[in-house]
């Protein structure tokens, strides 16, 4: 299953800024992975999560806002 094979891969989130985003927030009864399974791999990877709904705009922004400032800390270049 993917969700399994991307939760297992080693990656180190030290040197990349990240978040990780769900998306469709607004359609709660489809959920696809558990919020307790979701706020594990948070915890281990050691960044925030947001849900997000493009139809509702929740946390559209406070996730992108997250995002560059992670960007911002570590002093990585954006590519224009």
Sequence with gaps: DKRESFIAQDINLNEIPSILV????DLT???KIALP???RVCEEWNIP???TSAKTG???QESY???MSK????RI???I
């Design 29 to 31: 009864k489809s959920r």
């Design 37 to 39: 399974e979701i706020q």
């Design 22 to 25: 769900g998306t469709k927030a």
């Design 65 to 67: 806002s997250e995002l």
């Design 77 to 79: 270049p954006i590519p």
């Design 71 to 74: 960007i911002v800390e570590k």
């Design 49 to 51: 999560y947001f849900e």
């Design 58 to 60: 929740s946390n559209i």
